[in-house]
């Protein structure tokens, strides 16, 4: 049964770059021809799509984050992870990783203040 | 810039009938926009739901269901329960990205 567990820094500084990984257990990241995305979601507020990795190296990314985001893969640790640059407090969120949408990691906080 | 809109809030008494839309700035809702739909309750993760408008998750309870509906996607509960009180979520694609709407906050009562 796959697992995906959210992991990184839960406080960051404004203006550094906020790095997460989701490692996933019970299968491989690279075995089969999925995407795997990033979404986030404010407290009290709705879901955002950050961006997304297809396994063929194809990444998408959300057009208001775009300049900032990269999402990739280390199939060496069979994990995702994500890098979004000069963060303010707005990049304050639950970062969830999905393997496609249906299914999702339990989330981790990240605070962004100095 | 995209933007896709649900209802803020419905409410349902238990055993009734609801359905919840999701529209989209640039017009009509069709399959071509992959229609997701995703519940989620308070301080969990959300759950996926129905995928490409109205197929179903292996672990979706059969009262759920999806449907494009007058230029909406449109997700159904019939016989609802009082569990089935939460946020939903729709997910719309626009060749590339994806865009969630607002979420509607479904009150069982």
């Known amino acids: 049964q796959v697992q995906l567990q959210e992991s990184g820094p839960g406080l960051v500084k404004p203006s550094q770059t906020l790095s997460l990984t989701c490692t996933v257990s019970?299968?491989?990241?690279?075995?089969?021809?999925?995407?795997w995305n990033w979404i986030r979601q404010p407290a009290g507020k709705g879901l955002e799509w950050v961006g997304l990795f297809e396994t063929s190296g194809t990444t998408n990314y959300n057009p208001s984050l775009k300049s900032r985001v990269t999402i990739s893969i280390d199939t060496s640790k069979n994990q995702l992870s994500l890098k979004l640059s000069s963060v303010t407090a707005a990049d304050t969120a639950v970062y969830y990783c999905a393997r496609e949408f249906a299914l999702w990691g339990q989330g981790t906080l990240v605070t962004v203040s100095s | 810039q995209t933007v896709v809109t649900q209802e803020p809030s419905l409410t349902v008494s238990p055993g009734g009938t609801v359905t919840l839309t999701c529209a989209s700035s640039t017009g009509a809702v069709t399959s071509g926009y992959y229609p997701n739909w995703f519940q989620q309750k308070p301080g969990q993760a959300p759950r996926a739901l129905i995928y490409s408008t109205s197929k179903k998750h292996s672990w979706t309870p059969a009262r759920f269901s999806g449907s494009l509906l007058g230029g909406y996607a449109a997700l159904t509960l019939s016989g609802v329960q009082p569990e089935d009180e939460a946020d939903y979520y729709c997910l719309l694609y626009y060749g590339g990205a994806w865009v969630f709407g607002g979420g509607t906050k479904l009150t069982v009562l």
């Open positions: 019970g299968g491989s990241i690279s075995s089969d021809t999925y995407y």
